[in-house]
């Protein structure tokens, strides 16, 4: 199956930034979509930012303008740059991608990272 690793959360200041990773591991599989979730404590889990495979994005109005989403196809690999962080984008981060088996291309598979907590303090 494909793996999601995501990696560069931690502990910021209000006003820092973070630049979160996360990388597909596998073979024999193609990327339609990936993108980045958040949930915090009590709250359901929100779109943050995605990427198609054609380029396209989408990002959530409350980070938008702060937030940059960004791809490195070679290595099957997303990126969210996150800049202004407030306390309230403290959650944990998840990487989810979209992806199609080369063997199997009529339909669509969800795969999910573990996540990455980011906490700013105020």
């Known amino acids: 199956q494909v793996q999601l690793v995501e990696s560069g959360g931690g502990l910021v200041q209000d006003g820092g930034s973070l630049r979160l990773s996360c990388s597909a591991s596998?073979?024999?599989?193609?990327?339609?979509?990936m993108g980045w979730y958040r949930q915090a404590p009590g709250n359901q889990r929100e779109l943050v930012a995605q990427l198609s495979s054609g380029g396209d994005t989408n990002y959530a109005e409350s980070v938008e303008g702060r937030f940059t989403i960004a791809r490195d196809n070679a290595k099957n690999s997303i990126y969210l740059q996150m800049n202004s962080l407030k306390p309230e984008d403290t959650a944990v981060y998840y990487c989810?991608?979209?992806?199609?088996?080369?063997?199997?291309?009529?339909?669509?598979?969800?795969?999910w990272g573990q996540g990455t907590q980011v906490t700013v303090s105020a």
């Open positions: 989810k991608a979209l992806i199609q088996w080369n063997f199997d291309i009529s339909r669509t598979y969800q795969y």
């Open positions: 596998g073979s024999d599989f193609s990327i339609n979509t």
